[in-house]
């Protein structure tokens, strides 16, 4: 079985962060305690999304590489999948966060008919994405229907572009999707909002925004990794 066989499914994911009074005062202090920088200390309490087990899971993208469309699991009032104009080819479905969690699991879990799950693909996902739904789903009772962070030196199940592009750690310098996006002519997912933005764009309701900035950036994703697949990917374990 080649990967070119399997399903390829980009996915990233939008966290908000809990308010800085939801949480007890003693992780307040570890947290604070454990920053030696100033400025990073006086931030805590507006990063609590980059914590593990701080933030809640508001919005889920993926993208089907082969049939180049996308799904976007959105919290809010419930209602199945739909077609979304926010964005070409795409579609929604909206819930409390344990129905997109599962959701989620669902499609990443899913196989085909002769037993074959499909590819996953990220751009840090091994580092923060695939954690934080595992943790996540685990604080709210879920089982994840796979291991996110399998084994890294191998790119067949979870080909994470970010690690590619650093050369698996080889390289001491590191740059964003949008950076890498430029360098290989992709349309760059830049919007109206960006990561740091979406605790207050969240707070402000504007939940349809980060879905669409979410979305955008998979389909961003997939077309770098589209670029990779046959150039870079195949040096890897894995890539081909």
Same mark, same amino acid.
């Given at each position: ?124 996902? &091994? ?54 996006? &430029? ?58």
């Amino acid at each position: 079985m080649t990967n070119s066989e399997r399903q390829t499914i980009v996915f990233d994911i939008e966290v908000a962060g809990f308010l800085w009074d939801e949480v007890d005062e003693s992780t307040r202090g570890y947290l604070v305690q454990r920053e030696r920088d100033p400025k990073r200390r006086d931030a805590v309490p507006e990063r609590l999304a980059l914590y593990p087990g701080l933030g809640k899971v508001i919005a889920i993208g993926l993208w089907l590489v082969e049939q180049d469309r996308g799904l976007i699991l959105l919290e809010g009032e419930h209602t199945e999948e739909h077609p979304w104009e926010k964005v070409g080819d795409s579609k929604i479905f909206r819930g409390s966060e344990e129905q997109i969690l599962k959701r989620f699991w669902e499609v990443v879990g899913a196989r085909d008919s002769a037993g074959r799950g499909s590819r996953l693909v990220t751009f840090n996902g &091994r580092g923060y994405d695939g954690p934080v739904l595992m943790v996540r789903s685990a604080q709210l009772g879920l089982t994840p229907s796979r291991n996110l962070v399998p084994y890294r030196y191998d790119l067949a199940d979870h080909c994470d572009l970010f690690d590619v592009l650093t050369f698996q750690g080889a390289t001491r310098d590191r740059y964003s999707l949008d950076y890498w996006c &430029r360098r290989f002519d992709v349309q760059s997912p830049k919007g109206s909002i960006d990561g740091s933005q979406v605790g207050r764009a969240y707070r402000e309701g504007r939940i349809e925004d980060i879905g669409e900035y979410c979305l955008r950036d998979v389909r961003a994703t997939g077309e770098l990794y589209t670029k990779l697949a046959d150039t870079l990917l195949p040096l890897f374990k894995g890539g081909s």
